[in-house]
Protein backbone atom coordinates (compact mmCIF):
# COMPACT_ATOMS: atom_id res chain seq x y z
CA UNK A 1 0.00 0.00 0.00
CA UNK A 2 1.61 3.44 -0.60
CA UNK A 3 2.02 6.61 1.67
CA UNK A 4 -0.60 9.22 0.83
CA UNK A 5 1.38 12.26 0.05
CA UNK A 6 2.62 14.46 2.28
CA UNK A 7 1.62 12.46 5.20
CA UNK A 8 4.53 11.04 6.98
CA UNK A 9 4.18 8.18 9.54
CA UNK A 10 6.41 8.10 12.33
CA UNK A 11 7.46 4.36 12.26
CA UNK A 12 10.83 3.91 13.77
CA UNK A 13 11.36 0.53 12.03
CA UNK A 14 11.50 2.49 8.41
CA UNK A 15 14.81 4.46 9.27
CA UNK A 16 17.97 4.00 11.27
CA UNK A 17 18.01 5.74 14.42
CA UNK A 18 21.26 9.00 15.16
CA UNK A 19 22.98 7.97 17.91
CA UNK A 20 24.94 10.79 19.83
CA UNK A 21 26.56 11.11 23.04
CA UNK A 22 26.97 14.38 24.78
CA UNK A 23 29.51 14.18 26.98
CA UNK A 24 30.45 18.11 27.42
CA UNK A 25 30.79 18.87 31.43
CA UNK A 26 29.92 22.77 30.83
CA UNK A 27 26.62 21.13 29.41
CA UNK A 28 25.38 18.51 30.97
CA UNK A 29 25.97 17.03 34.69
CA UNK A 30 26.86 13.27 33.26
CA UNK A 31 27.51 12.28 29.95
CA UNK A 32 25.00 10.62 28.38
CA UNK A 33 23.62 8.70 24.74
CA UNK A 34 20.55 9.71 22.94
CA UNK A 35 19.12 8.66 19.81
CA UNK A 36 17.09 9.75 17.93
CA UNK A 37 14.84 9.16 14.31
CA UNK A 38 13.56 12.00 12.10
CA UNK A 39 11.09 11.63 10.34
CA UNK A 40 10.72 14.60 8.74
CA UNK A 41 13.30 17.54 7.94
CA UNK A 42 12.46 21.01 5.99
CA UNK A 43 15.66 22.66 6.39
CA UNK A 44 14.18 25.76 4.40
CA UNK A 45 11.77 26.53 7.06
CA UNK A 46 13.88 24.97 9.72
CA UNK A 47 11.51 22.32 10.58
CA UNK A 48 12.35 18.90 12.03
CA UNK A 49 10.48 16.43 13.36
CA UNK A 50 10.70 12.39 14.63
CA UNK A 51 11.20 10.69 18.22
CA UNK A 52 13.42 11.03 20.65
CA UNK A 53 15.11 8.74 23.24
CA UNK A 54 17.61 8.84 26.17
CA UNK A 55 18.73 8.03 29.40
CA UNK A 56 18.71 10.03 32.38
CA UNK A 57 21.11 12.80 32.49
CA UNK A 58 20.48 17.20 33.15
CA UNK A 59 21.59 19.60 30.36
CA UNK A 60 21.49 22.89 30.63
CA UNK A 61 19.66 24.95 27.78
CA UNK A 62 19.84 27.89 25.74
CA UNK A 63 16.90 27.82 23.70
CA UNK A 64 16.70 29.54 20.04
CA UNK A 65 13.82 27.35 18.96
CA UNK A 66 10.11 26.29 19.48
CA UNK A 67 9.78 22.85 20.19
CA UNK A 68 6.43 20.70 20.63
CA UNK A 69 7.74 17.88 23.30
CA UNK A 70 4.84 14.56 23.70
CA UNK A 71 6.57 12.31 26.45
CA UNK A 72 5.58 8.89 25.56
CA UNK A 73 7.63 6.96 28.17
CA UNK A 74 9.39 8.24 31.11
CA UNK A 75 9.83 11.77 33.19
CA UNK A 76 11.32 14.76 32.39
CA UNK A 77 11.71 18.27 34.92
CA UNK A 78 12.06 21.61 33.29
CA UNK A 79 13.72 24.44 35.29
CA UNK A 80 14.30 28.44 34.22
CA UNK A 81 16.90 30.01 35.39
CA UNK A 82 14.92 31.77 38.27
CA UNK A 83 14.59 28.46 39.18
CA UNK A 84 10.79 27.69 38.72
CA UNK A 85 10.35 24.06 37.31
CA UNK A 86 8.07 21.54 36.03
CA UNK A 87 7.45 17.89 35.34
CA UNK A 88 5.98 16.40 32.85
CA UNK A 89 5.47 12.24 32.59
CA UNK A 90 3.96 10.17 30.37
CA UNK A 91 1.14 11.36 27.91
CA UNK A 92 1.64 14.96 28.36
CA UNK A 93 2.39 17.69 25.99
CA UNK A 94 4.34 21.02 25.88
CA UNK A 95 5.98 23.36 24.06
CA UNK A 96 9.18 24.96 25.07
CA UNK A 97 9.13 27.91 23.50
CA UNK A 98 12.49 30.34 21.81
CA UNK A 99 14.32 32.00 24.79
CA UNK A 100 14.24 29.49 27.51
CA UNK A 101 17.17 29.16 29.45
CA UNK A 102 18.09 26.53 31.84
CA UNK A 103 17.74 22.70 32.33
CA UNK A 104 16.13 19.69 31.11
CA UNK A 105 16.51 16.76 33.19
CA UNK A 106 15.41 13.25 32.61
CA UNK A 107 14.70 11.38 35.67
CA UNK A 108 14.44 8.53 34.09
CA UNK A 109 14.76 6.82 30.68
CA UNK A 110 12.73 9.16 28.34
CA UNK A 111 11.02 8.61 24.93
CA UNK A 112 9.31 11.14 23.16
CA UNK A 113 7.62 12.90 19.83
CA UNK A 114 9.21 16.26 19.24
CA UNK A 115 8.71 18.89 16.71
CA UNK A 116 11.15 22.15 16.33
CA UNK A 117 10.79 24.92 14.31
CA UNK A 118 14.00 27.39 14.12
CA UNK A 119 14.68 30.35 12.58
CA UNK A 120 15.05 30.24 8.76
Known sequence: MTE???VIAFDAAKIAPRVTETSDPAVVDTPY???SWRHFEAPDRAALAGIWEAEPHLERCQCDYDELCH???GTVR???KAGHSRVFAAGETFVVSAGFEGTWENLTPVRKVFFILGKP
Open 4 to 6: PAH
Open 33 to 35: RAQ
Open 71 to 73: ILE
Open 78 to 80: LTD
